[in-house]
């Protein structure tokens, strides 16, 4: 099977050992003894601060100008920026104004005032901001050199835009406060990896999406990055989220608000299952990662949502499950990331709803990732693919791809990066992808359409691959019981044939070892001999 070039350029933050790594060493000697739970949201909320004073001066200077569109225009109209989706910031907020106070013993409570009076003046950003910065806890002096090492962003890249090269930064320290904190962090954010593997593979280019559970919001930015890598623009696809915690939700609406990315997220945080703030949406594409085998979570046997039985109030992966479903519209797909138990367990009847699930052919592809690329957890997880209408798409080159699930088998792969934590290399998501997307596709009626287009492209046909990939009909998934673990199906790797017939190389081998068996016998009687000489042994 002919493999595609990755559908993303770029390597992971987490590999990116250049300028945002230096920044982040910097920034953490200021910590000092706050915790990286509390520190972060400090850090994350100056770079915002900082991204939305660094547009508004851009927008303000145009307008300043007066050139073209801009000619006669009042540079403090605030409807002169909402027009652009600028955020207005007042002048007790710009960073000028902040940075210029870093040193004062005031300079906590100027932040907090800048962050209710931007909050005040823009609605979207309603209670989204930090604003603790007053708090007597918080060392103002190493306040005030932060703020002057975040200041310093301006100039640390010539003919990086500002807003970029925060984007980049915000993403960067996601990550490492995500590793700082460990087993909380996942709270907040899933490997950029693991997100990057989830939207490539779904291909979101346009549409409604959806995350119910969306922590950071790391899913809506690579979707974004996506389309744009894709030829399409800022706006081809609607984001609609929710989140339970109150400062991850903060965090999401920062993370979106930075990259100018409009989101639904509701009118506040809510829990999910208590109380669902999109009841009518309907998505193109869901792209989550659920909690791991939450035991504390509200269930109402009668809910709608459990079209395929009612999930057991010992574990919601297939609470979650059934309410990705349930959002999706007819030609929905969803890709969501669970602990392999998911894929086998037979407890409080999760074998008889993924048994449902099979039988109502549901279940496209499932992939088993390697261990070791979540900063919170060691539980092995896999990546479930479900499709709602999965006969042949003429619009979108997909093949009739009833009655079949494809498996992936990707446990091998990924580099570690350090003692701990493993990342997917780009040729790792290239060959996950490429696999998913080779199976999945019309071939013929793709190179076609790329005939009509003037466009030549390479036919690339899928076949299976021992010890990686399997198409496996329902039947055979039945004989199994119903297990959707990749390894029941993709079988092991063949063994390259070397071509030397076996009484030769056996030959060779025990010629191999009778001289091994030699020299271990000459240097255990060189050995007593020294022993001897120094008076030992007999």
Known sequence: MARAKSTSKGKDATANLGFEAKLWLAADKLRNNMDAAEYKHVVLGLIFLKYISDTFDEHHAKLVAGKGDYAGANPEDQDEYKAENVFWVPKEA?????????????????????????????????????????????????????????????????????KDLLGRVFEYFLTQFASAEGKNGGQFYTPSCVVRCLVEMLAPYKGRIYDPCCGSGGMFVQSEKFVEAHGGKLGDIAIYGQESNPTTRRLAVMNLALRGIEADFGPENADTFRRDLHPDLRADYVLANPPFNDSDWFRKDDDVRWVYGVPPKGNANFAWVQHFIHHLGPHGMAGFVLANGSMSSNQSGEGDIRRALIEADLVDCMVAMPGQLFYSTQIPVCLWFLTKNRGADTKRHFRDRRKQTLFIDARKLGTLVDRVHRELTDDDL???????????????ARFQAGRKDGMILEKREYYDVAGFCKSAATTEIAGHGYVLTPGRYVGAEDVEDDGVPFEEKMARLVAELTGQFAESAKLERAISADLRGLGYGG
């Open 94 to 162: 710009r960073w000028s104004h902040i940075q210029s106070r870093a040193k004062l013993p005031s300079i906590g409570k100027d932040v907090d005032d800048a962050m209710v009076a931007i909050e005040r003046d823009n609605v979207r950003l309603k209670g989204s901001l930090n604003k603790n910065y007053g708090r007597a806890d918080l060392d103002k002096h190493r306040l005030g050199e932060l703020i002057d090492l975040i200041g310093s962003l301006q100039l640390a890249e010539a003919g990086s835009r500002s």
């Open 430 to 444: 290239e060959k996950i992808v490429s696999t998913y997307h080779d199976w999945r596709t019309d071939q013929d």
